[in-house]
């Protein structure tokens, strides 16, 4: 490695999880780090990249440093359908240890490619989740950075339970108890904790291992955070990682026009047009906007439960469905029941993929009920929007404390039930139309608490587009960090692992 960088262009190597929810967060990154004159490749698999050309293309369009390159994903050699290239893609649960089987047989593969890469890669950004990649920072000695899609709220969280093991030692998975060393007494039970701190699913027990070995050798982190939304949350975590953590986000505020807002992610399943002009005809914040996020799969029943709620909430809604209109019984509810007919005027269905920051920043939009997903999340703040949670599984009761009890800018729907991922369909349904009627409600009508909450939410979604100005500190994050490796660089250093 050369000593210095001063006649060479700094090259990062961002290499993302195989999932819609991690692959946006890093082509946002990617864009971050290029407008600051950072040379940013882009590793991923054939059908991934497909998904995102449009938007990588248009930033080196407009003269940004991105390059974007392909490994072939070995789904063959791992028994998985052809085309199976991100975790949204699978059949079931049940095709999960192959899928990250295949993952790991691409460290070879990326370690090839690195070696005839010029100019030479000075760093590694790669997902928390794909933890060999810290053999192949370690065998061409450079720094290896993880990206975490979710809160400082969260890392804390598992850092400190990790540390006392307090979720190890109660009498059962339902019995409550406070998060340690915790700047608020937040309650939560076992059942609701990430994955990572579960002993559920034995046969994930070797990658937990492997992913919490992966984050203690790591160089540092970027948390697609931004300093003033978790203030006391992201200077503990900083401490506990020796410094070496870095609020970047909202990392999603990095597009700036409609195109590059409907490019984000899978191809959008409407004419972003239709889309806003349907918005355009409703009332400044009174639409309601419901998106469980890509990875839900509920029963039939479920989604016939939420569409009786929102038609007997009485206000106009945007409804994202995903996989249902898959399905023939729930098609024939849609169309021989009559909802669709009875909602014409009052309702958008979207089958499929939504170009979701599109629509939480039109003025119409005035309430966002959201699986607590750490990117639907922070969109929902630096949209202005308050919120009704319905967590699932993952980090997202955590997200839900955030919303709910730190920033108080939600309602809850009311789930107590911590459903596995991918096991959706087991449970008839989760919440009846009741509690999601009275959620939608409680968040909707004009009363002095909702306006309360929504004036929180404003300040919030103000303090996020701030922060990623120039001068903010979002932006100022990530100069120090990109100034972090060049020190390293230049000095020679060998990387410490913390």
């Known amino acids: 490695m050369a000593s210095t960088l001063e006649n060479q262009q700094l090259h990062f190597i961002l290499v993302p999880m195989l999932a819609q929810g991690h692959m946006i967060p890093m082509i946002d990154i990617a864009k971050l780090l290029a407008r600051q004159g950072v040379i940013a490749t882009i590793v991923t698999t054939h059908h991934n990249a497909l998904r995102h050309k449009a938007l990588i293309d248009r930033a080196r369009a407009d003269g940004l440093p991105i390059r974007l390159l392909q490994l072939r994903f ?28 295949a993952a790991d047989m691409l460290q070879h593969p990326l370690e090839d490619l690195i070696a ?31 990206f975490h899609g979710i809160s400082c709220f969260t890392l804390l969280s598992v850092h400190n339970l990790r540390r006392s093991g307090l979720h190890e030692s109660v009498s059962s998975d339902d019995e409550p108890f406070f998060i340690p060393n915790f700047p608020h007494q937040i309650e939560i039970t076992r059942n609701k904790l990430p994955g990572i701190l579960k002993e ?44 070496k953590a870095w609020c970047i986000g909202p990392v999603s505020l990095c597009n700036k026009d409609e195109l590059e807002l409907v490019d984000r992610g899978n191809k959008a399943s409407i004419d972003k047009n239709k889309c806003l002009d349907w918005l355009d005809l409703r009332e400044p914040k009174s639409v309601i906007y419901f998106c469980l996020g890509s990875m839900n799969s ?5 989604l016939i439960e939420i569409g009786l709620a929102l038609e007997a909430s009485d206000h106009p809604f945007v409804w994202v469905i995903k996989g249902g209109e898959r399905n023939e019984e729930f098609r024939n509810w849609l169309s021989e029941e009559g909802f669709e007919e009875r909602n014409k005027d009052r309702g958008l269905l979207i089958k499929g993929w939504a170009p979701q920051v599109l629509i939480l920043s039109h003025q119409a939009v005035g309430g966002f009920l959201t699986h607590c997903g750490w990117n639907s999340t922070l969109e929902g703040l630096c949209a202005g929007v308050p919120m009704v949670t319905w967590p699932m599984f993952g980090e997202q009761f955590l997200n839900e404390k955030v919303i709910v009890e730190v920033l108080m800018v939600g309602y809850r729907v009311g789930v107590d039930v911590f459903v596995d991922w991918g096991e959706e369909a087991k449970v008839e349904f989760l919440v009846g139309k009741e509690k999601i009627e009275r959620g939608v409600r409680r968040l909707m009508d004009r009363n002095g608490e909702s306006e309360e909450m929504r004036r929180r939410v404003e300040e919030i979604g103000e303090m996020g587009r701030r922060a990623m100005e120039e001068e903010g500190s979002s932006h100022l ?11 390293q660089v230049n000095n020679n250093t060998s990387f410490i692992q913390y």
């Open 74 to 101: 070995p789904t063959q050699e791992v028994g998985l359908p052809d085309g199976c290239e991100s975790i949204d893609a699978l059949p079931s649960r049940d095709y999960a240890l192959r899928f990250f089987a």
């Open 116 to 146: 005839e890469m010029n100019p030479r890669p000075n760093c590694i950004i790669s997902d928390f989740i794909l933890a060999w990649t810290s053999v192949v920072a370690t065998k061409f000695q450079i720094p290896r950075i993880i």
């Open 200 to 243: 559920s699913h034995r046969d994930m027990a070797h990658l937990r291992t492997r992913i919490r070995e992966g984050e203690e050798s790591a160089y540092g982190v970027l948390i697609n955070s931004f300093n003033e939304l978790e203030p006391k949350y992201y200077e503990l975590f900083k401490e506990a990682k020796h410094g």
């Open 298 to 302: 509920l029963t039939v029943q479920q």
């Open 477 to 487: 994050n990530m100069s120090l960090f990109i100034q972090d490796i060049v020190n």
